[in-house]
């Protein structure tokens, strides 16, 4: 019967964690097909496949270390309903804490590969524009026989 | 009798976790596999499936070696305690391996891109 306000403790905090993981990967790659779609230039399938691969890391990482903070060592804790309530607190805290920095930090991968891949794009156009001067330029250059005659 | 809860908890969780993230890396990894070798949809498809069971047969050995050194549990706390220790350990070793892979294909994708151009 000693140990069951730690029970009490794991089984509030578990489905929390499980919920908070859930929503905020739900509510990022929902809205990262987007960005990814910018990323590959339109390519859906890859897209896809990018994005769900990115949500199953995002998945792994954050419920792994949920799980991994969760023990209560009970040598620290006295029985109350008060410990139980700050330890809970902090757990929990700490852990959202922790997946707004992850959020934050894939919002940064988006942002920066959508950069780089606009950065790329206009370096291409650039590339093809060049090519097209060159292209219409050579009949500048050449002497023009009908002028002549 | 806390122990044999706690392995048949654990075995069933971990053996489904690792299948089924298997089967989505396996199936949206398809189309990077495919990009990488071109050419040849035959050999994908085997590069595909050798990578897919590399990645079981490396996390079901980690899997089966965790129950080798569980502790013995005394109450209730003990099993849910252990379980999830050993389930996040399983998940962060996942998760490392799964971010790895796909820095490892950026890498392959980028110098593949670099010689083409």
Known sequence: METSKIVIGYFIYLPI???????????????????MLDIFHGREDIANSTNKLFEVGF?????????????????????????LIEILSTKIGGFSIYLGVMLFFNMMLFFRGRKRSKVSRQQSVIRDRMFEQQQTKQPYNQPRPTQGS | MNNLI?????????????????????????????????????LTHQVNKILLAGYYLLNIGYGIYAISIWDRLHNLADVIESVMTHLAYITLILAAMHYFNMLVINIILKQKSKTNI
């Open chain 1, 17 to 35: 964690i499980l919920t908070l993981t859930f929503f905020v990967s739900r509510t990022l790659f929902k809205n990262g097909k987007i960005f």
């Open chain 2, 6 to 42: 706690a392995y048949i908890t654990y075995l069933i969780v971990v053996v489904t976790a690792i299948l089924y993230v298997g089967h989505l890396c396996y199936k949206y990894g398809h189309v990077y596999v495919a990009q990488i070798i071109p050419e040849d949809p035959q």
């Open chain 1, 59 to 83: 998945y792994l990482l954050n419920i792994g270390f949920g799980l991994w903070m969760l023990k209560i060592s009970s040598s620290g804790f006295n029985e109350t309903y008060q410990n």
